[in-house]
């Protein structure tokens, strides 16, 4: 019933930006988390940043100071704002979302690929 769908995913420059957007089916506040995270090829899947439905925010340390997530409640939707990129940031990222009573919901993925 839950339906999660990534957007935004593409190819950068280095030091380039992005901005990632997680449309969900229902409100976001609905939620206990929702967060964004990534695989690279060959590499575990891995958090990249979290928030919750009382808007507490946490990222990884590679990502801190460059990325920043969101949420704008009338669309649902959660976003995913990426700055000053690095190559090694290159992977699927994917949209996660955890309510009270199931889950853990993941979206199709989105393609982020960084390079010259």
């Known amino acids: 019933q839950v339906q999660l769908v990534e957007s935004g995913g593409g190819l950068v420059q280095p030091g380039g930006s992005l901005r990632l957007s997680c449309a969900a089916s229902?409100?976001?506040?609905?939620?206990?988390?929702m967060g964004w995270y990534r695989q690279a090829p060959g590499k575990q899947r891995e958090v990249v940043a979290v928030?919750?439905?009382?808007?507490?925010?946490n990222y990884a340390d590679s990502v801190k100071g460059r990325f920043t997530i969101s949420r704008d409640s009338a669309k649902n939707t959660v976003y995913l704002q990426m700055n000053s990129l690095k190559p090694e940031d290159t992977a699927v990222y994917y949209c996660?979302?955890?309510?009270?009573?199931?889950?853990?919901?993941w979206g199709q993925g989105t393609q982020v690929t960084v390079s010259s």
């Open positions: 229902r409100s976001t506040f609905s939620f206990t988390t």
């Open positions: 928030i919750s439905s009382t808007d507490s925010i």
């Open positions: 996660k979302a955890v309510r009270p009573t199931g889950g853990p919901y």
